[in-house]
Nanobody
Framework: VQLQAFGGGLVQPGGSLRLSCAAS????????MAWYRQAPGKQRELVAA???????NYADSVKGRFTISRDNAKNTVFLQMNSLKPEDTAVYYC???????????????WGQGTQVTVSS
């Protein structure tokens, strides 16, 4: 199973970016999907998560600005980021709990990370 993330880049404060992450490979079912971020010198932190049923959870620092969504048919998770701030600058990682076969347990997978830089 591989997770491929896209959509990072350089944006001015107040701007928007949309990240996407697609899971591929031996996939029977995808449960929770999430975005994490890690800024230089800081620990990786949860940004937003979404269950297979669509229930969402956000870090307090991004509530009202970021929206997580998913396309279950395409095993893809999105992160719409609006009103970006310099403190949102980080490498963003996607994460998914995937079951490869009907008889196998869920296993957590990580994408390669995509850089988001918010600067004027």
């Amino acid at each position: 199973v591989q997770l491929q993330a896209f959509g990072g880049g350089l944006v001015q404060p107040g701007g928007s970016l949309r990240l996407s992450c697609a899971a591929s490979g031996s996939i029977f079912n995808v449960n929770n999907m999430a975005w994490y971020r890690q800024a230089p010198g800081k620990q990786r932190e949860l940004v937003a998560a979404i269950t297979s049923g669509g229930t969402t959870n956000y870090a307090d620092s991004v509530k009202g600005r970021f929206t997580i969504s998913r396309d279950n048919a395409k095993n893809t998770v999105f992160l719409q980021m609006n009103s970006l701030k310099p403190e949102d600058t980080a490498v963003y990682y996607c994460n998914a709990d995937v079951r490869s076969y009907s008889w196998s347990p869920y296993r957590s997978y990580w994408g390669q990370g995509t850089q988001v830089t918010v600067s004027s």
